[in-house]
């Protein structure tokens, strides 16, 4: 009596572990096909659990990468901060100074004369102002030229 209810029970075990393998077909009494169509599922879901494995491991990876190149742009960031306030005082320290360049001075052909020099042509050219480019201290608005073909087209 006591080996027909083990074998009862695990017929039981046997039909339950049939219908949760494929619940959409009627249990199978055959055990050797029931225990080819588990190992077959059991290897399928090892089989999706390392894929699912490489994936994170492939994530974790990518976050880090992330991670290193959110440090570089934002030290970065800071860098190119201090930059501009650099650059914002130096502008200031400029609009500081008073605006306007005295004029140069006048060269008369008498004064070439004095010194030594031939009068006419031939004067050694003289520079009132320093070496600097003058269009920085334009406004802005004069010194654009996206507009220039609307405002004045080319005369032919």
């Known amino acids: 009596m006591p080996s027909t209810n083990v074998q009862h029970f695990v017929n039981n075990r046997f039909m339950e572990l049939s219908s949760i393998l494929e619940p959409e077909r009627p249990p199978k009494t055959d055990k050797a096909a029931i225990l080819v169509d ?16 490489d994936s994170i491991s492939s994530l974790h990876d990518r976050i880090k990468e992330l991670k290193a190149e959110k440090n570089e742009l934002r030290d970065e960031k800071q860098r190119l901060k201090a930059e501009k306030e650099k650059l ?21 052909a008498a004064f070439a004369t004095a010194q030594g020099q031939v009068p006419g042509n031939k004067l050694v050219p003289f520079f009132g102002y320093p ?20 405002l004045r087209p080319p005369v032919a």
């Open 88 to 108: 914002e005082q130096q502008l200031k320290a400029m609009n500081s100074q008073p605006s306007f360049m005295p004029p140069a001075p006048a060269f008369p």
């Open 131 to 150: 070496g600097v480019a003058m269009w920085q201290f334009m406004p802005p608005a004069s010194v654009d030229t996206s507009e220039d073909h609307v």
């Open 38 to 53: 588990a190992v077959r599922m059991v290897t399928q879901l090892r089989g999706e659990a390392q894929k699912l494995k």
